[in-house]
């Protein structure tokens, strides 16, 4: 497995120098690639007692293209990772564009996850029709690598139309890994059909090898080999102990997990309540101490690195 570190984006706060600190002893230390979250639009919980996700106006999201643009600058070898990028809520030619350049300027480095996304506000409030945003993603993967592929691309499908047109630089790897995120039935079969890789929210249990192999029967049924589509699991690390972590460790690889990556942010998934549950388990301090927090953890387990 290759062992990764998540973004602290919510608590890196909006110093270049801290960004550029923790992504840069994430890269010296070994950790295979930084994984980082999207939102473009925050809404506001307050005005809506009815809300039911998590992230809202209070989070702040470093833009996360631009953000790895300027990683790839400080980084010489970590992997660049949209864990997830809500791919219906921009336009596809610009999101070819921009993954494109990040590539460009990272030697090869990005690797571009994907989802539909969940709340209808944040696509009516960039403009985005909601209701078909799985069917316009699907249409949007095959315009990517057709654009990444290829200088010049002719393409009339049900959402996008380009006529002997394509992006120019294209990027070093070709396509960009596209990755899938989500658990629901569309997202496995989505993952099963045109995903590169997986990046699902849940825990090493029951739940998580049952939807492991019913991706995999999926992606044989597909005719693609199922060894070839990469799973990152995300795994929280604070105020944890080695036992507990090499436990999960364990217990992802033995279910089939390619990739962990390691959160230094105070939120756990909760499985059985289908939400991301912000419980009191213990912040840290300042900036700094979330490179502290992978320091130790490449310490405590160097036979992962």
């Not at 980082?36 to 209070?58: C, M, T």
């Not at 790839?72 to 030619?93: D, F, I, N, Q, Y």
């Not at 350049?101 to 989802?115: P, Q």
């Not at 192999?213 to 944890?240: N, W």
């Amino acid at each position: 497995m290759k062992i990764g570190a998540l973004f602290p984006q919510f608590e890196i706060g909006l110093d270049p120098v801290n960004v550029r600190d923790f992504a840069q002893a994430a890269d010296e230390l070994g950790y295979a690639h930084l994984t980082a979250f999207d939102q473009i639009i925050g809404l506001n919980k307050k005005s809506r007692p009815d809300w039911k996700y998590v992230h809202d106006a209070e989070d702040m999201f470093h833009e996360i293209l631009v953000l790895f643009g300027y990683l790839a600058a400080v980084t010489k070898r970590v992997e660049l990772v949209t864990g997830v990028l809500v791919l219906p809520m921009r336009g596809t030619a610009l999101v070819a564009k921009q993954a494109a350049e990040v590539d460009v300027l990272s030697g090869g480095r990005l690797r571009l996850g994907v989802g539909v996304g969940v709340k209808p506000e944040e696509f009516e409030a960039c403009g985005e029709n909601f209701p078909n945003r799985g069917k316009r993603m699907d249409e949007q993967i095959e315009v990517l690598r057709r654009l990444w592929l290829d200088d010049l691309i002719t393409y009339e499908g049900q959402f996008h139309r380009i006529e002997d047109g394509g992006i120019n630089p294209l990027p070093v790897q070709r396509p960009i890994p596209v990755w899938i995120g989500g658990i629901s039935d569309a997202a496995i079969r989505r993952t099963a059909k045109l995903g590169d890789g997986w990046l699902p929210n849940f825990q090493a249990d029951d739940f998580g090898k049952a939807s492991i192999d019913k991706m995999r029967a999926l992606a044989v049924s597909y005719g693609r080999d199922p060894d070839r589509i990469g799973i990152e699991a995300t795994m929280t690390i604070i105020d944890r102990s080695p036992e507990e972590l090499r436990r999960e460790m364990e217990d992802w690889r033995r279910i089939g997990a390619t990739h962990i990556t390691v959160n230094t942010m105070p939120e756990r998934w909760v499985e059985a309540e289908k939400r991301w549950n912000k419980a009191p388990i213990g912040g840290l301090a300042d900036p700094r101490s979330h490179i502290r927090a992978i320091e130790k953890f490449r310490a405590d387990f160097p036979e992962y690195f």
